[in-house]
């Protein structure tokens, strides 16, 4: 039997590549001929598996982490169609079952099948239906006919696969957040927040034909990374308001649209920069936001977080200005991505070079055994999106 190894959740602040399970064709006691296994070419580092190595979440010692996912089939149960072994796909990281009323109108994000706790589930994380994490060298995949994405010629995939490994989750997020705040032709718009995902919907604003794009975040790299394609930048550590720096940038204080792209961990402005402040995000869009605008919410907000300052935000509780959101008349969209409506459509978009998603995130790709190191440069910030090889397949 072959061995595989994954990145696995020891306690706060401490990851470990350890020896685990080989996946086997199984849901419990009961054979899954409806999945596959897959032989991992990239699997990265997200900033939602990063909230729950700083114990932001009650995430069980021993999980296997990873939900981003691109692989090679290596084998198919019985009852697999449409897929094949052979076949180079990229994973979704919300698990559906294609069959449950959520999942046939497109909320795939939000499956009722695939998790007992609630709706929606994903590989590798806390409270998402206890599904084995993908930052490893082998997984299985449920519901693979309807989950995954074939790219259509794999030897030209390999040479893009720096670009393709984003599909998995951060391109469709940010494309999400760009789109559910209406972001299009002309538009210009805020976004909070210069990690991989804030850089993914930045590049997507692009994509969609925004006028202006405006990224704010508190560390310098991530900035000059925004800047790099395009973006003009906000300092958040400024005491200048953020109506006023956007103001010093296209003249007026307010934009069209906003994303959040931070989430729970935020921390507040200028002189509050140093403390967090978990609303601070979703109350600062609404500031800067015209009338009748609209904001998107990618970012994660969670129902759980021990390491909350207060015991309201401990349950996901915010301060949130919802009547200026309501004066306003602010449309207001959250939650997961569902991956599946987006990722055909991005795919072509890297495959016939009208993007360079990996250029905008900053992809820089390291082995299995330099995941831990991953994990604590990301921690520190580092302006990069790491992307786990764990067989050396992307260098080769």
């Keep these: 039997m072959c061995k595989n190894h994954g990145v696995t959740y020891v306690k706060p602040g401490v990851v470990e590549v350890r020896e685990i ?18 032989k991992i070419v990239s699997t990265n580092i997200c900033g939602s598996d990063q909230h729950m190595v700083r114990g932001r979440t009650t995430a069980p010692e021993g999980l296997v982490l990873g939900h981003e996912i691109t692989g090679l089939i290596i084998e198919a149960g019985k009852d697999v169609e449409f897929v094949k072994v052979g076949d180079l796909v990229s994973v979704p990281f919300n698990i559906a079952c ?3 009323r959520n999942c046939k109108v497109g909320q795939t994000g939000i499956c009722l099948n695939v998790n007992p706790a609630r709706p929606g589930a994903a590989y590798g994380y806390v409270d998402m239906g206890g599904w084995v994490g993908g930052q490893a060298e082998y997984v299985m995949v449920p519901y693979a006919d309807f989950n995954l994405l074939k790219f259509p010629d794999s030897d030209q995939a390999m040479e893009k696969i720096r670009d393709l490994t984003m599909l998995s989750d951060i391109f469709p997020t940010g494309f999400h957040g760009a789109v559910t705040a209406g972001v299009g032709p002309g538009s210009i718009v805020y976004i909070a927040g210069a990690g991989p995902v804030g850089l993914a919907c930045a590049a997507s604003c692009h994509l969609l034909g925004a ?13 000059a990374q925004a800047k790099s394609f395009g973006c003009e930048v906000i300092d958040l550590k400024k005491d200048a308001s953020l109506a006023d720096q956007i103001e010093a940038i296209i003249g007026v204080p307010e934009v069209d649209c906003a994303v959040d792209c931070v989430g729970f961990e935020a921390r507040g402005h200028g002189s509050d920069s140093g403390t967090e402040q978990p609303a601070t995000v979703l109350n600062a869009i609404m500031d800067v936001t015209r009338a009748g605008g609209m904001l998107g919410i990618p970012g994660l907000y969670v129902t759980g977080d021990p390491g909350a300052k207060t015991e309201a935000a401990k349950k996901g509780s915010l301060s949130i200005r919802i009547g200026l959101g309501w004066a306003k008349s602010h449309s207001i969209h959250t939650g997961q991505c569902p991956v599946m409506k987006y990722h055909r459509q991005l795919m072509n978009a890297i495959l016939h070079d009208k993007v360079q998603i990996a250029k905008a995130v900053n992809v820089e790709v390291i082995s299995l055994d330099q995941a831990v190191k991953g994990y604590q440069e990301f921690d520190k910030g580092a302006a990069k999106k790491f992307v786990i090889d764990p067989h050396g397949m992307i260098a080769a």
Excluded: N, W
């Design 98 to 100: 294609g069959r449950c």
């Design 21 to 38: 399970e080989y996946p086997k064709l199984a849901l419990g006691d009961r054979k899954c001929e409806h999945g596959v296994i897959l």
């Design 211 to 223: 006028a202006v794009v405006i990224v704010g975040d508190m560390i310098e790299e991530r900035l």
